[in-house]
């Protein structure tokens, strides 16, 4: 089970970008993510009149590895470690490791 899912808000606790907030996009592979405004670099673009696209110097996400990330907890506003527990229904959740309380996602 992956402790960080796509639509996490998360906070940045390593790199460059420390102490960034940004929801997760997406799941590069099984060990970087894409995150909204963090890891952002300057990209030189070729322009390509056959798909319409204008040249020059745009911004881009890059991905980050969900090691230098921790999901955030609402409950205290800062980076929390994340576990899994068994439900009595037999269902695994994310929990906090702080509180114990469930990831609402």
Do not use: C, W, Y
């Amino acid at each position: 089970m992956e402790k960080i899912r796509k639509g996490d808000q998360v906070v940045v606790i390593a790199g460059r970008d420390k102490g960034k907030r940004g929801t997760v996009l997406r799941r590069v592979d099984e060990s970087h993510l894409l995150v909204e405004g963090v890891n952002v670099v300057k990209k030189h673009v070729r322009p390509n009149p056959m798909k319409g696209q204008t040249g020059g110097i745009v911004d881009k996400s890059m991905p980050i590895d969900q090691s230098n990330v921790m999901l955030l907890n609402p409950a205290t506003g800062k980076g929390d470690r994340v576990g899994v527990k068994v439900l009595e229904d037999g269902r695994k959740a994310r929990v906090f490791k702080s509180n114990g309380e469930l990831v609402n996602a």
